[in-house]
């Protein structure tokens, strides 16, 4: 048989084994084509027919234009899966170890794919999980084309890759470009001089004294002297975290190597780590000053000026090259988009530290950056009731430049967990407040089910940046706290490892807070509130719908959620420490009834039970709860 037939040929053959009836079907079919032979429409009214059917059709296509904008309110308006996907932040140390190890690792992050699907979180983003001497616990990467063996290999990267897309889940990687670990082979060769690699890192002359008085996030001078070279070189993090020189266009190039060799292997976008460092000041005879907002922690002041905090970072942040080097990230996810279609998403973490450079990083090719200001809010002051929250709300929403997408997150990796700043019975109402504002949500492990801080001994800490400060104090500033390991059920180690020991402690609130038995119970537990809210939110009128605020008091933050074309939804929370009894008819609710869809389920009785139509003049909320309610 011929490879290429046409379509005429096709319909002949297939005569040959038909019934009478297709036969006659066939050859009716025949006899259309023959007819074609003939010229089409030769008669006037023929003619006429035509042109009219023309002026129809064009009077059609007049119509759908015009009522364009009322279509568009009906569909998300080509929203791509990163706005209208939870993000779900697994830190891999912590998630699942396959292997009885004391850490999770890549197997162990596959073999719980089904945990996403059953919160109803469409993207998942890995913490790093390349070679790594693990000083800053992934965050010094020694090899960015490779995984650590604790965590696996490359191909089980590739697996969970394609076994999460098989799920319709994506999957974004962290990208560390500010610096390398020490151990990286590109800062060894820099240290014996080597041409290629000498001007890798930024190396500077001093005397005695380092080059100036620049101080590193972790504490101490961001300058460190290396003997082989007799220089200092820069790292704005630990010092065996050098940073990388951007000045030097082939380590432009190399670091771009680095996200297409990880986009080959099929992930959907990074998360860019400490962008806001990427580029200091050339001149580095320039000191920075101290920042007079700065309340020190420490006894001595020579003891302050070592903290990061104790000074402003004029010549290190934020600096304009760094959009440069952003946009050329940008546009290598683009050749990858521009070859299948597909939307490729970069997520920055940066340091927002003024409206100016919120603005300016809505400028750069990232697609979305890290808003922490709820985080920053509950922080700041751990009773932040309903103003507060709304304030915090309100700085992400305020003057976001025209097709901006906002974001919230409430934990992560480097904070503490906001159940533990405020109070474990908020839970529900955090997790209402996040999955309901307009933006794209980010979900740290184990948020769904509340977990709660851990508070290890000073001898199980391991986090340099707590333990700078001391046996005393390390605890105020430790990081470990919220990476202990996730909590899966009440076997012993919380079902994390079938090993003996874990590298951080299990919270020993494990027996009550756990996956397993959240979702056993009968009740609505925070897990059942989180995937019943996460797919809530995939409704056009929590995806893109308007936002306007309700009733707003020290206690309640509520508001409206409505996409044209679509049901509304009030959401009303209670933040504060007392109850607070409200009428919401009013404006912009303008309603006096509507059914409850979600509640938090603190609620002892069923006086606001799901599907029950209530009265919104008279809503009553305890600390802690909260309802959606369609209006
Ligand atoms: C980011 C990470 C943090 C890490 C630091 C240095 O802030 O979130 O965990 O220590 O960068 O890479």
Redesign the pocket.
């Known amino acids: 048989m011929p490879r290429h037939r046409g379509t005429r040929d096709m319909i002949r053959e297939r005569t040959v084994t038909k019934t009478g009836d297709q036969k006659d079907t066939v050859q009716s079919s025949r006899r259309i084509m023959d007819e074609k032979k003939t010229p089409f429409c030769a008669t006037k009214k023929c003619l006429l027919i035509v042109f009219v059917g023309l002026l129809i059709a064009m009077g059609i296509v007049t119509a759908i234009t015009l009522l364009a904008p009322a279509v568009r309110g009906r569909f998300p308006p080509d929203l791509p899966w990163w706005k209208t996907s939870v993000i779900y932040q697994v830190y891999p140390r912590s998630f699942k170890a396959s292997n009885g190890g004391k850490v999770g690792d890549i197997k162990g992050i596959t073999s719980k794919l089904d945990h996403f699907v059953y919160l109803n979180v469409g993207v998942v983003w890995l913490s790093p999980v390349y070679e790594s001497p693990m000083k800053?616990?992934g965050?010094?990467i020694s090899n960015h084309t490779d995984v650590d063996p604790l965590f696996g290999t490359v191909q089980d990267l590739e697996d969970f890759i394609r076994q999460a897309h098989a799920k319709d889940i994506k999957v974004i990687l962290d990208f560390?470009p500010?610096?390398t670990s020490d151990r990286h082979r590109w800062f060894q060769r820099s240290i014996d001089m080597d041409p290629k690699y000498k001007d890798y890192y930024v190396w500077r002359n001093g005397s005695n004294d380092p080059p100036n008085n620049w101080v590193s996030?972790f504490g101490d001078s961001a300058w460190n002297y290396s003997k082989t070279r007799d220089q200092y070189y820069y790292h704005n993090?630990l010092s065996a975290?050098p940073d990388l020189n951007y000045r030097n266009p082939d380590v432009v190039e190399d670091m771009k190597g680095v996200l297409r060799f990880w986009l080959e292997r099929g992930v959907d976008g990074f998360r860019m780590?400490?962008v806001s460092f990427l580029f200091e000041t050339k001149n580095v005879s320039h000191n920075e000053q101290p920042n007079p907002n700065f309340k020190c922690p420490l006894n001595t002041s020579t003891e302050c000026k070592k903290l990061f905090h104790y000074w402003r970072h004029n010549y290190t942040m934020n600096l304009p090259d760094n959009k440069i080097l952003i946009d050329g990230w940008r546009a290598v996810l683009d050749e990858f988009e521009r070859k299948d279609g597909k939307t490729r998403f970069l997520l920055a973490?940066a340091r927002v530290t003024s409206q100016a450079v919120r603005d300016w990083w809505f400028k750069t090719g990232s697609d979305m950056t890290f808003n922490f200001e709820l985080a920053r809010a509950v922080y700041k002051n751990k009773h932040c009731g309903g103003t507060c929250i709304r304030d915090a709300v309100e700085k992400e929403y305020k003057d976001l430049p025209e097709g901006a997408w906002p974001n919230f997150v409430l934990n992560?990796?480097?904070i503490r967990r906001v159940t533990s700043v405020r109070d474990r019975n908020f839970v529900n109402a955090f997790n209402m407040l996040l999955l309901t504002l307009w933006g794209t949500p980010t979900t740290y492990y184990g948020e769904e089910i509340g977990m709660v801080d851990i508070a290890p001994t000073f001898a199980q800490s391991v986090d340099p940046?707590g333990l700078y400060y001391g046996e005393d104090l390390y605890l105020n500033f430790t990081?470990d706290k919220s990476r202990s390991p996730m909590q899966w059920d009440d076997s012993s180690m919380a079902g994390f490892t079938t090993g003996p020991a874990t590298w951080l402690p299990v919270s020993d609130t494990y027996t009550d807070i756990n996956v397993q038995k959240q979702k056993n119970s009968t009740d609505m537990t925070p897990i059942k509130v989180y995937r019943t809210l996460a797919k809530l939110r995939q409704q056009e009128s929590f995806l893109y719908g308007k936002f306007s605020y309700a009733v707003v008091n020290n206690n309640i933050f509520s508001y409206i959620r409505k996409a044209k074309g679509f049901s509304s939804y009030l959401v009303a929370i209670n933040f504060g420490d007392v109850s607070s009894v409200d009428d919401y008819s009013g404006e912009p609710v303008s309603s006096e009834v509507g059914t409850v869809v979600v509640n938090t389920a603190n609620f002892k009785d069923d006086t606001y039970a799901v599907k029950k139509v209530i009265s919104l003049k008279h809503i009553s909320l305890k600390p802690g709860e909260g309802l959606v309610i369609k209006l």
């Open positions: 800053d616990f965050y010094d560390v500010n610096h996030v993090y975290q780590d400490a973490e992560n990796h480097d940046k990081r």
